[in-house]
């Protein structure tokens, strides 16, 4: 069997993580203690994707492998604070991104216009950047060409695992009714 799905799905997919500096200075000198920390949020993500699978004799199970283009609003943000020094970044972006997915999964009919799925899908989108709002002594470093402004890259990659109950409409295409 081949096949060709499409989904869309509200989501609320986060993640964080956070660090800090011990105290000192690095070579360039104005680096003081510091706290870290980035997250991002995935608010929507949807794929569109080939189906291919195989179904015993019985008719009642289908195996089958996915892939095609996944899609998602992200938000990336990201901080750095140095209380010592009153430097400060900060950034956040959302934006919509594009990139792969692929999977596999099974379902079951188990009535008469009626199945049950499990599936499960592997993504990457491709990696977002933002530019980093200044702060502090920053600024006037930027400003003097001593350090170059930066920017962070996020990574966004996950799992879906899908449980689905489906519904199966007879349709008989137009031409073929006489």
């Known amino acids: 069997m081949i096949g060709i799905e499409a989904d869309y799905d509200a989501a609320h997919i986060s993640g964080s993580t956070s660090a800090s500096t011990p105290g000192g200075t690095f070579p360039n000198g104005f680096f003081v203690p510091g706290a870290f ?9 949807g794929t569109v994707r080939g189906r291919f699978g195989w179904t015993p004799a019985d008719n009642k199970w289908l195996f089958y492998v996915t892939g095609g283009i996944a ?37 079951w009919a188990f009535r008469p216009n009626w199945s049950l799925k499990f599936e499960y899908l592997y993504y990457t989108l491709a990696s977002t950047r ?49």
């Open 71 to 107: 899609y998602a609003s992200v938000n990336n943000a990201y901080s750095a604070a140095f209380p010592g020094s009153s430097d400060l970044f900060t950034s956040s972006r959302t934006d919509w991104t594009v990139g792969g997915t692929i999977g596999g999964g099974v379902e």
């Open 130 to 178: 933002d530019v980093t709002t200044l702060g502090g002594r920053y600024v006037a470093l930027v400003a003097a060409g001593t350090i170059a402004p930066f920017s962070n890259s996020f990574a966004n990659s996950g799992s879906i695992l899908r449980v689905g109950l489906n519904y199966h409409f007879d349709w008989v295409p137009p031409m073929a009714v006489k």
């Open 37 to 45: 920390s980035a997250g991002l949020t995935i608010t929507s993500i």
